[in-house]
């Protein structure tokens, strides 16, 4: 199956511009949930259409999305910038990459948990500060290595650059105990040990929270 990588830049139309506080807005949960339908809109053709495609927000403000099929034009946006993405790698490749990821696990009588927060609640309240990057490094590479077991490929090298959680958008209630989801970003090298499984995963993305900007793989070929 093709797949089709996409640059979304927001349009500088001034039509765009006068919605821009409504399209990134200051707060990050609010951001999320603004940019998620945001991207949403370019591939929504139909009230039926599931989700089909995955995403993620650049530092430059686009957005890049991997999908099934290309964007639909819309004033809210440039022109696009679309590609087919379908990779031919062999066994034992090794690939660069870049990840955005909601990683969980599964805790009994718990349901799915956030692997840095289960594992930073097990830590006295007073070191989880001081902690949490160093956790987020061995709870993200430990993750990403249990991901690679099924999906065709192994990790050589893992830094996680950066963990933040946030609110989960569209809660309603009371913002104390409000449900959180947090974001691991990650970068490295892997190496493909089965070129068919590894492309099935890119396709549908790593982890939970897609809808919210995770689970994208960005690859390239290691030099």
Known sequence: MT??????RVSRRPSARAVAALISPRDATARIDAHH?????????????????????????????????????MDLFEPFETKPFAPVLAPGERLSFALRANATRARRG????????????ARPVAERAAARPEVAQQEGAAWLARQGESAGFTPLSVTVEGYATHALPGHRGPRKGQPQFGILDMSGVLEVTDPAAFCAQLAQGFGRAKAFGCGLMLIRRAR
């Open 3 to 8: 797949l089709y990588l996409t640059r979304l």
């Open 37 to 73: 339908k945001l991207v949403w809109a370019a591939f929504a053709d139909g009230p039926e259409r599931a989700r089909d495609f995955l995403w993620r927000e650049e530092d430059d403000g686009s957005f890049l999305t991997l999908s099934a099929r290309p964007p639909l034009p």
């Open 110 to 121: 718990a349901g799915r948990v956030d692997v840095v927060m289960d594992a930073l609640h």
